[in-house]
């Protein structure tokens, strides 16, 4: 098989088709772009539970002198004897895990180190905003939080319990939503790539069917005369990949990373992650432009 007869049948039939083949790389290009993207917001999305799954579930905030609530100014602040008791009742719970208790002060410096690329926001909070709280790891979250919050809530001392597993909840149904969401239009973009490789493929193969006709007289083999024709999708694809491969770096650090700084608790994803969503997507670019060219050359290209 002589390499340069195929190497020239391949460009012949890009360059005749040379608007289906822009069209076709474009959208093999978007296609797997989303398809990354959506794989990236799986990943950080993971990621970012796999970061708080080991973090605490349960925050009970005591009463200082600025807290609003009530019971908070009935009684004023917590006293030393108050939060002693708190954490015996909060330790002899067999469904409590760990107990930590945070000072004031501990609340703040973490407070600081979190915003830390907010000067403006942490400037406008003083050390005395911020209540002392006890840190509850729970054994069972989701069969245990109703328990231990009921067993310390209204006990003097105590200003609010807060379950922390809720206010991430919504946080992640909404990146779980925005991933559904671009991973539905870049299967639904796949799905037209697959018809546009399907035209591609058959209007190239009517263009040279007297070519065709005559290395079929010749004695070529069905192999030799279909394999310019399933090259010219795979390239398409490739030259695609390596487009969707420039965007999906743009998306991770332009968007993603600079996304980080806003949310507190960020974890950025490494250059593994992203170099492990390039290659599937070239193996589903390669593989959908093969795949489609090879089906519908038994189709259409009859030897």
Known sequence: MRAQFVLQEIWIGLRRNLTMTVALIVVVAISLSLLGVGLLFVKQVDATRSYWQGKVELSIYLCTAQSVS????????????????????L?????????????????????????????SFVSTVAQGDIPDSFQVKLKNPQADYGTVASS??????????IDDRSILAKFYKLLGGARNAVVIVAVILLVAATLLVANTIRLSAFSRRRE?????????????IQLPFLLEGIIAGLIGWAISV????????????????????????????????????MCVGVLLCGATSFLTLRRYLRV
């Open 70 to 89: 009530v019971q908070c100014k009935q009684n004023g602040p917590s006293t030393a004897a108050q939060r002693q008791q708190i954490q015996q009742t």
């Open 91 to 119: 330790t002899s719970m067999p469904q409590v895990a760990s107990v930590v208790y945070q000072s004031q002060q501990q609340a703040y410096q973490q407070f600081k180190q979190e915003f830390s690329n907010n000067p």
């Open 152 to 161: 310390v809530t209204g006990k003097s001392g105590v200003d609010s319990v």
């Open 212 to 224: 065709t006709g005559i290395m079929r007289l010749v004695g070529a083999s069905n192999f030799y």
């Open 246 to 281: 420039g965007l999906l770096i743009a998306v991770k650090s332009l968007w993603l990373d600079t996304l980080q700084q806003y949310f507190t608790f960020n974890v950025i994803l490494s250059a593994g992650d992203l170099v492990e969503v390039v290659i599937l997507a």
